[in-house]
C-alpha cells in the first residue's frame, strides 16, 4: 500500500512540473489571474453558497487587490464586497498543494476545497488527492511558506 501512494505522490509531482511548476523563489505576481481574471473567471462566492464552481459574469464583476473577480449575481458581488477576504482563494489562488511544497503552479477551477471557511484551490484532481491526504499539515506548510514567496512589486529580501 506504501508503494502505492508513492507511486501517486510521483505522478502528482510529476503532473505538476509538467503543467508548470516554477520554484517558489522566483517572483510572482501576488494575485493568479488570467487576462486580469481571478480564479480564472469564476465567482469565489458560489464555491461557499452553492458548493461548486461556478462561471461569472463580466456584467457582475468587481476589482479587489488589482484583480478582477467575476460573479454569477449581483448579490453574491455584493457578498464579496462587504467582505472579500472571506471569498478570495487562500494563497492568492495559487495551487495549494504546490505551496504546501514551496513551489507555485496554476489552478484548476474545478479542483477545490473549503478548509475553516477558507477556499484552497489545486492544479489538478492528483494534487487535489495528494493535497486532501493531509489538509490540515498541507495548510500548516502552506501558511508557512506562502509569506515567504517574493511577489512582484515587493522588496526582495
Not at 7 to 16: K, R
Request: one cysteine or more; aromatic letters at 14%.
Amino acid at each position: 500500500m506504501i508503494g502505492f501512494f508513492r507511486q501517486i505522490f510521483a505522478i502528482c509531482l510529476l503532473s505538476l512540473f509538467v503543467t508548470g511548476i516554477a520554484m517558489a523563489d522566483m517572483p510572482i505576481a501576488a494575485m493568479n489571474t488570467e487576462h486580469g481574471l481571478a480564479i480564472k473567471g469564476y465567482d469565489p462566492v458560489s464555491y461557499f453558497t452553492t458548493g461548486k464552481p461556478t462561471l461569472g459574469l463580466a456584467q457582475f464583476s468587481t476589482t479587489y487587490k488589482a484583480a478582477t473577480y467575476r460573479f454569477v449575481s449581483a448579490e453574491d458581488r455584493n457578498r464579496f464586497i462587504a467582505a472579500p477576504e472571506k471569498f478570495v482563494p487562500q494563497y492568492g489562488g495559487y495551487c495549494a498543494y504546490a505551496i504546501s511544497l514551496n513551489r507555485i503552479a496554476d489552478i484548476d477551477p474545478d479542483e477545490w476545497a473549503i478548509v475553516n471557511n477558507k477556499l484552497y484551490l489545486n492544479n489538478n484532481v492528483l494534487s487535489q488527492t495528494l493535497w486532501s491526504f493531509d489538509k490540515s499539515g498541507n495548510i500548516v506548510k502552506g501558511d508557512r511558506n506562502w509569506p515567504l514567496v517574493p511577489k512582484l512589486g515587493e522588496p526582495m529580501s
